[in-house]
């Protein structure tokens, strides 16, 4: 599976980013997929995640209420980020792996995007 996120840019605290991530050469509705971030200097911290079998979502405390994951029938990925703020700050990755569980455990993920900046100021 190749996956290719888009859609990250500057914005300003409070504003909001819709994110994309096309998957191709796969059966895109059997894979669980997930958002991950990583900030300079700081580990790779999972955002969000969509399971493969029944749509369930998860997310960290920190986005919780303001980040939306979901995906669609074009095999497309999306993350819907409401009002960002500085410490939202980071490269965002999608990563896809074909079970699921474990949704908040990078080294579960075989596939992995190449990362979107995403810079929120204050």
């Known amino acids: 599976v190749q996956l290719q996120a888009s859609g990250g840019g500057l914005v300003e605290a409070g504003g909001s980013l819709r994110l994309s991530c096309v998957a191709s050469g796969g059966t895109f509705s059997s894979y669980a997929m997930s958002w991950f971030r990583q900030a300079p200097g700081k580990e790779r911290e999972f955002v969000a995640a969509?399971?493969?079998?029944?749509?369930?979502t998860y997310y960290a405390d920190s986005v919780k209420g303001r980040f939306t994951i979901f995906r669609d029938n074009t095999n497309t990925l999306y993350l819907e980020m409401n009002s960002l703020k500085p410490d939202d700050t980071a490269v965002y990755y999608c990563?896809?792996?074909?079970?699921?569980?474990?949704?908040?455990?990078?080294?579960?993920?075989?596939?992995w995007g190449q990362g979107t900046q995403v810079t929120v100021s204050s």
């Open positions: 990563a896809a792996k074909s079970f699921d569980g474990g949704h908040d455990y990078a080294k579960y993920y075989s596939y």
């Open positions: 969509i399971s493969a079998s029944v749509g369930s």
